[in-house]
C-alpha cells in the first residue's frame, strides 16, 4: 500500500511564496508520475501541475503557468515539491498530492491517480 503525505501549507499574503512537499511512502513504490490538485472553497477539485517519474517533464494549468513549479528530489525520489510564487488570492485552497500506481508515468490532470494525501491548506490574504 502507498501513503501519501503533504505539508507545507499555511497563511501567506497576496504576492508572497509558500513550498509545498508531498511524499509517496511505500516500501516498493516507484517509476511513478506524480502530481498536484487543489481544491477551492466552494469548488471542484482541480489539476494544478505534475511530473514525470524521471523529473524531466511536467505540465501546468494555465492558471499557475509562470507563478508554480513542480519539482522532484534527485534522491528522495518519491517526494515532490510545488513552489508557489506571487500567489493570488485565487489560489486559496486545499492542496493535495496524488500519485499514480507503481510504473505508472503518464504526466496530466486527465490521467488515474491511484494514491491521495489528506490535503493541506493553503491560505492567501489580500
Known amino acids: 500500500q502507498v501513503h501519501v503525505v503533504e505539508s507545507g501549507g499555511g497563511l501567506v499574503q497576496a504576492g508572497g511564496s509558500l513550498r509545498l512537499s508531498c511524499t509517496a511512502h511505500g516500501r516498493t513504490y516507484s517509476s511513478a508520475a506524480m502530481a498536484w490538485f487543489r481544491q477551492p472553497p466552494g469548488k471542484e477539485r482541480e489539476f494544478v501541475a505534475a511530473?514525470?517519474?524521471?523529473?524531466?517533464?511536467?505540465?501546468y494549468a494555465d492558471s499557475v503557468k509562470g507563478r508554480f513549479t513542480i519539482s522532484r528530489d534527485n534522491v528522495a525520489k518519491t517526494t515532490i515539491y510545488l513552489q508557489m510564487n506571487s500567489l493570488k488570492t485565487a489560489d486559496a485552497a486545499v492542496y493535495y498530492c496524488a500519485a499514480q500506481r507503481a510504473d505508472s508515468d503518464y504526466v496530466g490532470g486527465e490521467y488515474e491517480y491511484d494514491y491521495w494525501g489528506q490535503g493541506t491548506q493553503v491560505t492567501v490574504s489580500s
Open positions: 511530473i514525470s517519474w524521471s523529473g524531466g517533464y511536467a505540465v
